[in-house]
């Protein structure tokens, strides 16, 4: 039965974690994406940064994998990785902070509150924050049944006598804090166990400073399952959160042996929950202002111990299975891959047409490789979708997996037109067919204004300007009159007997690609009207 409670606590502990840290999340939507965008080179500045995104969502261990991600996709430096990890460490310490205070007994009155508000106030924000306080007070009934659980466990033999040893034996704590971190993987947990433990009066001070150490070692077990498939400088900067947690414990334990650390907490509380949550923040606030300014040499260790360099990008550059873990994360990206695709596919008509208005057959060649590249990019970013859309999601966020869904599609149109471009400039090469100036400038004017069309879809997407989208109302109506204007001006030059019939062919349906394009510009305008 006492097992039963344990587990069961344990169990409402880390879903009240998640829900409470998810509400924050959400709650912080745009915010958090716009923190995680403005890491710069400043270590501090990321160290920082580290620490606010882990305080939202209540995990060095999701921080980090997500660090994993934007390293995978070439987003992040390895240096950047470094202060961010760094900082999380940091944020990971607030949770012990708020366990450390004995809330259990008026925790139901969250998880009322929490729950009325979820089930009966109406919006998205609202309900949010009603998950955050519900979330809280699940954690903190979760913290009351695994103390409650354990107070039988005290007066075992078998149970004191495991803490005895585990107490006078340092390294049998370490592992111990490891191994119950890689498990649960939560190091919040393993300190949520420990509280519990230090309220039923079953541990102090000393005994829990080992475990305290190996939790923050066992936490890099996350991150480095997460590396799994992911490029050179992604392992290294699982690596390097492995180095700095286990530099860590290696410069605290001197202080662990001598008792130095748990007088030092002992003297600022008497509260033995107290002093577990603040020896967890000493710890991981001194071992980041000791090895920030040693980043540099860091990354040089890691770059050692992993050497080599990593192979060329192929496929999405953005996206990446680790940052779903963070939505909000997720979805930025998605829109910045789908715009890489985008411009991809506006570089293959530029190609086309200056393949085919120069009778280069290299060039057009250069096209097919392109659509290569946007049919796999179409596949990527659609799967993705499909997996984003099973996260939860603010209604923004729907918003925008339910529209680029559409806005892929037409994309990939796009990319299909500039294609049937290149293979009607091979025709024209092998026929070695050729046309009038006139015939030529048509063309011309009319590749310009599909082009500016194009332009005009892409700026409006990426900065979700609906004012610009509207200017493709005109340029769409130019783009059919000049589609009409222009055919019946090649009608007439066949009736006159200045062009042959295969080269008219050729010419049509190069008016034709041109104009589908404009449609499909066109649609990825509307859709940004739409949505905003």
Excluded at 26 to 42: D, H, P, S
Excluded at 151 to 173: A, C, D, M, N, R
Excluded at 303 to 315: C, R, S, T
Excluded at 426 to 446: D, F, P, R, V
Aim: charge should be negative.
């Amino acid at each position: 039965m006492t097992i039963i409670k344990l587990l069961g606590g344990l169990g409402l502990f880390i879903y009240g974690m998640k829900l409470m840290g998810d509400g924050l999340e959400n709650a912080a939507g745009e915010g958090l994406k716009k923190i995680l965008e403005k890491v710069t080179k400043n270590p501090i500045i990321a160290v920082v940064v580290g620490a606010i995104v882990t305080m939202v969502i209540q995990s060095s261990s999701a921080t980090t994998v997500m660090v994993v991600g934007f390293v995978n996709a070439g987003l992040m430096n390895l240096a950047q990785a470094a202060g961010i990890i760094m900082g999380a460490n940091i944020g990971t310490t607030i949770t012990a902070q708020l366990v450390a205070f004995k809330l259990d007994t008026i925790a139901p009155i969250f998880v009322f509150v929490g729950a009325m508000m979820v089930m009966f106030v109406k919006g998205k924000k609202r309900r949010e924050i009603g998950n955050i306080i519900l979330g809280f007070g699940i954690l903190f009934v979760g913290m009351g049944t695994m103390s409650g659980a354990m107070k039988p466990l005290t007066s075992l033999p078998v149970f004191q006598e495991i803490l005895t040893t585990v107490g006078q034996h340092w390294y049998l704590g370490i592992i111990a804090g490891a191994v119950i971190t890689a498990v649960l993987q939560s190091s919040s947990a393993t300190t949520g166990i420990l509280v519990a433990l230090a309220t039923a009066g079953a541990i102090d001070i000393k005994m829990a400073l080992p475990i305290i150490f190996g939790c923050n070692i066992g936490t890099c077990v996350t991150a480095m399952l997460a590396t799994i498939g992911t490029n050179k400088t992604a392992h290294r900067a699982a690596m390097l959160h492995f180095i700095f947690n286990v530099a860590g414990t290696v410069i605290f334990l001197p202080f662990l042996l001598t008792g130095w650390l748990g007088d030092l907490v002992s003297y600022f509380s008497d509260n033995v929950t107290r002093q577990i949550a603040n020896s967890h923040t000493i710890f991981n606030i001194v071992n980041t202002l000791i090895m920030v300014p040693l980043i540099p040499v860091l990354c040089k260790i890691v770059e050692k111990i992993i050497p080599g360099e990593d192979d060329e990008k192929v496929g999405p550059k953005y996206i990446d299975d680790r940052l779903l873990e963070t939505p909000v994360i997720a979805a930025g990206q998605v829109v910045k891959e789908t715009l890489r695709m985008a411009n991809k596919a506006k570089t293959s008509l530029e190609l086309a047409m200056t393949a085919f208005m120069k009778n280069d057959e290299s060039t057009a060649q250069k096209v097919y490789e392109n659509e290569e590249v946007i049919n796999n990019l179409e596949e990527c970013i659609t799967t993705y979708l499909v997996k984003l859309s099973k996260c939860e999601l603010s209604d923004k966020e729907k918003n925008i997996v339910a529209s680029t869904f559409h806005i892929v599609n037409d994309i990939e149109r796009i990319g299909d037109h500039a294609e049937n471009i290149a293979d009607l400039t091979i025709q024209k090469i092998n026929k070695k067919l050729q046309y009038s100036e006139e015939a030529l400038g048509e063309i011309t004017k009319m590749y310009e204004t599909t082009l500016k069309a194009l332009d005009i879809c892409i700026e409006s997407y990426e900065n979700r300007d609906t004012e610009k989208a509207k200017n493709i109302v005109d340029i769409e109506a130019a783009i059919d009159k000049q589609n009409k204007k222009y055919r019946d001006l090649h009608i007439r030059r066949l009736h006159e007997g200045t062009c042959n019939a295969y080269a008219g062919a050729i010419f049509l349906d190069l008016l034709s690609n041109l104009e589908r394009i404009g449609d499909h510009s066109t649609n990825i305008s509307e859709i940004v009207i739409e949505n905003n």
